[in-house]
């Protein structure tokens, strides 16, 4: 059985501030996610990493993935309050595309 | 539409009533999914949908939970006997297949009372 576990679950941070959100996935997969999501809301697509070393960066966040540790990690640089919601990583594999199992979501929180 | 669409945004109903929920993917996807999310928790696959036909339904929690898409658009994911444990968001997402990703809709937050 597939599982993803993220770490950690809860993330306070100052602003200025920064941090490392981790995923571990238990099995090969294909494609790694990350999402962002603000209360209330649907999942925002942020990240898609396809292979073994892939950097991606998107203003202050920047994921990477090493599939021989099935880990990813995001890092948050220089925090600001506009990051603060709930991250999910996510995985599938090839034989079921979109067919996605999540991790338990890390919710950050950046405060002054 | 622009985006994935999901009615009703909250559906609140009592406890052994049955519900649909719809959602209507971006134009020209054929593929859809759905998935739920409880209260402080990733959300979970409960099914998929090529065209018209259910991929994979491995997901769906029991029989009371049934999905249709007759006409491979819009979607009905329909719940019998409505329990308290199945309140939650229930998610949509739909993709051009062959491995596109997919994009999301806002849910349909259902409470039952």
């Known amino acids: 059985e597939l599982k993803v576990e993220q770490n950690p679950l809860f993330l306070s941070m100052q602003e200025g501030k920064n941090y490392t959100i981790y995923c571990n996935y238990s099995?090969?997969?294909?494609?790694l996610y990350w999402y962002r999501q603000d209360p209330g809301k649907s999942l925002e697509s942020l990240f898609v990493?396809?292979?073994?070393?892939a950097v991606k960066q998107e203003g202050r966040l920047m994921a990477s993935l090493d599939t021989k540790a099935r880990l990813s990690t995001l890092h948050i640089t220089a925090a600001v309050h506009d990051l603060s919601a709930t991250y999910f990583c996510?995985?599938?594999?090839?034989?079921?595309?979109?067919?996605?199992?999540f991790g338990q979501g890390t919710i950050l929180t950046v405060h002054p | 539409g622009a985006g994935v669409s999901q009615t009703p945004s909250n559906k609140v109903t009592e406890k052994g009533k049955y519900v649909e929920l719809r959602c209507d993917p971006i134009s020209g996807h054929t593929a859809l999914y759905w998935y739920r999310q409880s209260l402080g928790q990733g959300p979970e696959f409960l099914i998929y949908f090529q065209g018209t036909g259910a991929a994979d339904d491995s997901g769906l929690p029991n029989d009371r939970f049934f999905a249709v898409r007759p006409e491979g658009s819009v979607s009905t994911l329909k719940i019998q006997r409505t329990e308290r444990g199945d309140s939650a968001v229930y998610l949509c997402?739909?993709?051009?297949?062959?491995?596109?990703?997919?994009?999301f809709g806002q849910g349909t937050r259902l409470t039952v009372v």
């Open positions: 990493l396809l292979s073994n070393g």
């Open positions: 099995t090969t997969s294909d494609r």
């Open positions: 996510a995985v599938d594999r090839a034989s079921s595309y979109g067919k996605l199992t």
């Open positions: 997402a739909s993709s051009s297949g062959g491995g596109t990703e997919a994009f």
